[in-house]
């Protein structure tokens, strides 16, 4: 995985990925795949990876990547069972989402693994939130991302959440999947690599990501992305 092609989000999500696998893993279903980064970078370790999306553009985007994709609304019922289910950065947009986690625990094979990597929807903090906003104008100002960037909108995300339904919180999310099974791991995360695709140089992203988890690390900044690993 040191692929100077993937993107630097998709391989600090890799890594916990693989780390949180069962052992002697082979199969995979990912849930809210997107574009099929994350799933294509799992097949090519030799894993057999479904992923599925609601949004058929972004199925058809997964399938030219060569990835197994599938325009599917989650909850449902899947015929195959796996060695781990993924929940990327989708769970807080579940509308059922005790439902979403039963399903999935039913697809896992016995002694799988349910991992989601998600976010805070209820927010990340005052400190957290101001360090964004100065990261931004400072690589703002240092002209570090692409010309199409939209300053303002980028800052008034910290202040405005505009979905067409409520997002579940992180708290939320916790106490659903301990009601599934047991949740073995429950960390922190980095959130604004996301910031990737607005970016100049993957250079600069990199330092983003490694400046945001000292500053996570230090205490400095509340984070904003959560992660967890469940048992069953």
Do not use: N
Not at 17 to 25: F, G, I, K, N, T
Not at 134 to 151: K, T
Not at 170 to 183: E, H, K, Q
């Amino acid at each position: 995985m040191t692929t100077p092609d993937v993107p630097v989000a998709t391989k600090y999500t890799f890594d916990f990925v693989r780390r949180s696998l069962p052992d002697q893993a082979r199969s995979v279903l990912e849930i809210g795949c997107g574009a099929g980064e994350l799933a294509a970078c799992l097949a090519g370790t030799g894993l057999r990876v479904v992923a599925l999306d609601s949004d058929e553009v972004c199925v058809a985007a997964a399938k030219a990547r060569g990835v197994d994709a599938v325009a599917l609304e989650w909850p449902a019922a899947v015929e195959q069972s796996f060695d781990a289910v993924l929940f990327t950065r989708s769970l807080h947009h579940m509308h059922d989402l005790d439902g979403a986690i039963v399903a999935a625990v039913a697809a896992l094979r016995p002694g799988g693994r349910m991992i989601a990597e998600d976010f805070r929807s209820e927010g990340g903090g005052p400190r957290g939130t101001a360090w964004f906003r100065g990261i931004v104008r400072l690589l703002h100002s240092a002209d570090a991302f692409r010309p199409d960037f939209d300053l303002d909108h980028t800052l008034g995300k910290t202040e405005t959440v505009d979905h067409e339904h409520p997002l579940h919180s992180s708290g939320a999310i916790a106490d659903a999947l301990a009601r599934a099974g047991t949740v073995e791991a429950e960390d922190s995360a980095s959130y604004f690599r996301y910031l990737e695709a607005d970016l100049r140089s993957p250079d600069a992203v990199r330092r983003l990501l490694e400046h945001e988890l000292e500053m996570i690390s230090a205490d400095a900044i509340e984070a904003l992305g959560k992660r967890f690993v469940l048992s069953t």
